[in-house]
């Protein structure tokens, strides 16, 4: 499966839109993007997935570059609730492989 | 929507003895499921895939007769720690593909603390 690479850290002030950035430069053409998120203590959380058009569902929006080489989630409106580990992950098959995540705090 | 649960959520253990964890799809039939384990302020480390009806395939480092893999049905994979230490405290995490529901999507349960002391 390919690598992504996050940021370590992002804020975002509450009620603000969170953009939240992804490279996966060696993703392969038969591989989805996935978002999940963790909060303290909890298993992952599904987001949203895609493979080459921009996807949007109740919790988010996923917009992947024309070339596939990287993605940005967005929560629209960003509540307290949203601050967690968010993991962008590349794969094909059952299995994902984590990285670092980024981990987003909502201030007030 | 699709789930996928574990039991016990946590669980305090004797050094020693085993412990075992269930994961389970409750609305729709896995085939393969994997298990996770995820040490403090780290990520989800893959530790197996489980197969239905036949052996699961351990990663590299992880030792195959400490940590059984059962999965006996396609809806249930179990994990058993045996003879656990102090060290395989971890939070456990299993997931799971649904192919047939909308969006096609792998889901993970709950976690479960594993304390040994």
């Known amino acids: 499966d390919a690598k992504t690479t996050q940021p370590t850290s992002m804020d975002c002030a509450e009620g603000r839109a969170a953009n939240l950035p992804c490279n996966h430069s060696t993703i392969s053409g038969n591989e989805y993007v996935y978002w999940y998120r963790q909060i303290h203590s909890q298993g992952p959380q599904y987001i949203i997935h895609g493979l080459k058009n921009n996807e949007t569902n109740e919790m988010a929006s996923l917009i992947i570059t024309e070339d596939r080489k990287s993605s940005t989630l967005i929560l629209p409106h960003a509540t307290l609730r949203d601050t967690a580990v968010y993991y962008c992950?590349?794969?094909?098959?059952?299995?994902?492989?984590f990285g670092g995540g980024t981990r987003l705090m909502v201030k007030p | 929507g699709a789930v996928v649960s574990q039991h016990p959520s946590w669980v305090i253990c004797k050094s020693g003895t085993s412990v075992k964890i269930e994961c389970r799809s409750l609305?729709?039939?896995?085939?393969?499921m994997f298990w996770y384990r995820q040490f403090p302020k780290q990520s989800l480390m893959l530790m197996a895939t489980s197969n239905e009806g036949s052996k699961a395939t351990y990663e590299q480092g992880v030792e195959k007769d400490k940590f059984l893999i059962n999965h006996a049905s396609l809806t249930l994979s179990t994990l058993t720690v045996t003879s656990a230490h102090p060290e395989d405290s971890s939070f456990y995490i299993c997931?799971?593909?649904?192919?047939?529901?909308?969006?096609?999507?792998?889901?993970f349960g709950e976690g479960s603390w594993l304390t040994v002391v």
């Open positions: 609305d729709f039939q896995a085939t393969t």
């Open positions: 992950i590349v794969g094909a098959g059952n299995m994902l492989t």
């Open positions: 997931s799971a593909r649904d192919w047939q529901g909308s969006g096609n999507t792998i889901y």
